[in-house]
Structures are given as C-alpha cells and as structure tokens.
C-alpha cells in the first residue's frame, strides 16, 4: 500500500494534538483536584454529585435555621426565666398581705411592689429577639404582644400562630410558643371560687344581696373586675313569691357607666354577651322574700359590688387586679376573698410559665438531636462527593508523565519522518 506524504503528515498531527489534548485535561484534573470537569466526563457519578451538592446546600441553610431557632429559644427561656423568678417574689409578698396582722399601709407597700413588678412584667412579655421580633406575639412579629388599656387591664395583641423553621427535610421547629397560651389563657381561681360574686356596700341598711346563678360569657381583660351598682328605685311587691324590681345605675370595672336608669335585665344582657361571641345564662334578682327586720330587702339608694370573673384571665391584668385591691384595701368581704384567692391565682401563673420553660427545654433539645443528624449527614454527603468527583492523585501523576512521555515520542518520531524525503538518497 503507498501511503502519501500528506496522509503521514495527518495522522501524525492528529496523533500529536490527540495526546496534547489528553495531557491538557490530566493537568487541568491536578489543578483543580477534581476527576469529573465535565458531566459528559462520567454522566452517572456527575449526576450523584450534584444531588448530594442539593442536600448539601439544604443541610447548610438548616444550620442557620437551626442557629437562629436556638438564639431565638434561648432568649425566649432567660425572659421567662426571669418572669418566674418576678412571680416568685409576687408570692411572697401575698402570702404577707395575707396575714391578718398585716396593717393597711403594710398593704399598700406590697400593692405598690407589686405594681412595679407588673410593669416589669409587661416588658418581659413584650421582649424582641436580635432581629427585632417580638418573641411572643406569634406570627405578628412587628406587634407588641400585650397592650396597657386605660384601665389597667391589658389586651393581647398578637395571634395564636406560632412562628417555625425548617430544620431538615421532613422537620419544622416552632420557635416559641404565644404569649396568648402562656400568659392569657390561663386557669383563674376567682373564677373557679366564684364565677360571679355580689357584694353589699358596708354602709347599706340591708344586709340582703342579689341573687346570682349561671355564669357570664368570656370577657375582655377591661371587662372583668368589680361592677358599682346603685338601686335608684325598687317596686313594690306583685305576687307571691315576686322578684323585686330594682331600677338601677352601673359603672363597669373601668369606672365608665354603663346604664343609667336600666334593669337588672340590662346587665345580665351586657354581661353574657362576650367579646369573643360566647354567650353567657348570668340571671341576677333581689332576694324573693324580705327578710327580717334587721335585714330588709334592698331600698334606693343603696349600693352594691358585683364582681365578674373569667374563666381564664391574664397574668398582668390579674397582677393589676392585686395591686388595686392592696392599695384600696377597705377590709371587706370583697377584698379578702380577693387576697385568698391570689395565691391560687400566682401559682397558676407560675405554672403556666413552667410549663412554657419545659416545651422551650423540649424544643431546644429536639433541635440539638436534629442537627446532630444533619451533622453525620452531611460528613456522609461530602465523603460521597469526594469519592464521586476527588482525584487520585498518584494515578493522574503516573498517566500525565506516560502521556507526556507519548506525546515527546510522537513530537520525536513525527520531525524524523518529516524530515524524511527520496531526494536525500539520489546523487
């Protein structure tokens, strides 16, 4: 066969760019480390690596998820923390205020005290993380959780959605819980002694009093405490055994009135209609039957404290609540089963935030265990990405010197045939 010079001249440069380009890519692989440059280089482990890259990346933003959930449960445990202790020292003082050789002005100290720490209470609950959250308002970060109302009482602000994290591929995390379920909805004792109590003024020549059955609807924080009732006018008698009817005037627990020249049926109805459209059965009468006469039945003019609880009440409008009837403190019926029950009350408030300091130790440790998992799985991850696309090294040294060991041969034996021609041998 003749082979042509041009055809010698092709094979031979196609062999020589052929193996530069073999030794170009095995010093681009021991430049950068890596054995797969290309996914046309090994379809199967480059589609591994970038699915094991994906899960990398996610485990990475889990970390932060889980650094910020951390930070965020962490500030949420020291403030309630800090609220335990507070109460701790409002139980003490009531158990003093409790004492009956207590004087009046030893009460109104512990009411002032205790007044002080309400307002240091409402800025523990209102307290905000590193980024400027308020921790227990649930998803409405940008709202302060608990507001002061003109009365006293206080109003949550914030909502009952609790704010999570992804943390892996199948957890979330919530990051706190609300300040709705730690600090409002919680058990009132008043309410379990008495839901509503009335409460005949000292200086009222009867000593009878209404009538109370049934229970009020859910009220607002500003809607509970003690009702002023005045008798402006009683009618007579119409039957046996008749109900007495009373016109009265009432001023609600903020000091507003409420009616003027209106019935017991008024009240009953501004009663059981809740804020929260509940619907309460309250009935309120004067006693049937006079009574004797050192206790006739009520008369105009006499006055009379009907005290509504709820079911469940907030820690610092009930913290508000003690204060007044420890400044106040007249001695009467209706400000000592106030001070019996308080105790009751403190310790509910104290187990509340107990329990909300346990789910946040839960949650802190759930958290830990999870990212000790994403941990190992991402060391599992990136040992599966270097034994995919990591480079041995002795190898791709070894096949480099063999390539340009070929590559020197092939530049040698192509410049020898090259230089090859009929016209060197005829003389």
Do not use: C
């Amino acid at each position: 066969m003749r082979v042509s010079t041009s055809l010698i001249n092709y094979n031979n440069t196609n062999s020589i760019l052929q193996k530069q380009t073999d030794m170009f890519y095995t010093s681009q692989q021991l430049g950068t480390g890596k054995r797969v440059l290309t996914p046309s280089d090994d379809p199967v482990a480059s589609t591994l690596a970038f699915n094991a890259k994906n899960k990398l990346a996610n485990i990475e933003q889990y970390g932060k998820n889980i650094d910020y959930a951390e930070k965020s449960l962490q500030i949420s445990e020291s403030t309630l923390d800090t609220i335990h202790n507070r109460l701790q020292r409002v139980r003490q003082l009531m158990i003093q205020a409790n004492n009956d050789t207590l004087g009046d002005d030893g009460r109104k100290t512990i009411g002032l005290e205790i007044r002080e720490i309400t307002d240091q209470l409402e800025k523990l609950v209102n307290t905000k993380d590193e980024q400027g959250n308020y921790i227990f308002s649930g998803s409405k970060v940008d709202t302060a959780p608990f507001a002061k109302q003109a009365d006293g009482s206080y109003e949550y602000q914030g909502d009952d959605q609790e704010r999570s994290v992804q943390i892996s591929d199948s957890v979330r995390s919530p990051l706190n819980m609300t300040g709705k379920e730690i600090f409002e909805d919680i058990e009132s004792a008043l309410f379990a002694n008495s839901p509503v109590s009335s409460y005949p003024d000292a200086a009222n020549a009867s000593g009878a009093d209404f009538a109370v059955a049934g229970t009020q609807a859910f009220l607002k924080g500003s809607q509970i405490g003690d009702y002023q009732i005045e008798i402006t006018a009683v009618g007579a008698a119409a039957g046996a055994p008749p109900e007495y009817p009373v016109t009265i005037n009432v001023t609600d627990p903020t000091g507003t009135p409420i009616i003027t020249g209106g019935t017991l049926a008024d009240l009953e109805n501004h009663l059981n209609s809740g804020a929260d459209a509940s619907v309460g059965n309250l009935d309120l009468s004067i006693p049937a039957n006079p009574g004797p006469p050192a206790d006739p039945t009520p008369v105009a003019g006499e006055s009379f404290t009907l005290r509504v609880n709820n079911e469940k009440q907030d820690m610092l409008t009930g913290m508000q609540r003690l204060a007044e009837t420890l400044e106040d403190f007249t001695g009467a019926e209706k400000d000592t089963d106030m001070l019996a029950a308080s105790l009751n009350d403190i310790d509910s408030w104290l187990n509340s935030v107990e329990v909300a300091r346990t789910e946040h130790g839960t949650r802190r440790n759930s958290i830990d265990a999870i990212g000790g998992n994403n941990v190992s799985v991402e060391l599992y991850l990136k040992e599966q990405v270097s034994n995919l696309e990591d480079l041995d090294y002795a190898e791709a040294i070894g096949r480099f010197v063999l390539e340009q060991t070929a590559l020197q041969a092939s530049q040698q034996t192509f410049s020898k045939t090259a230089s090859m021609s009929l016209f060197n041998y005829i003389s």
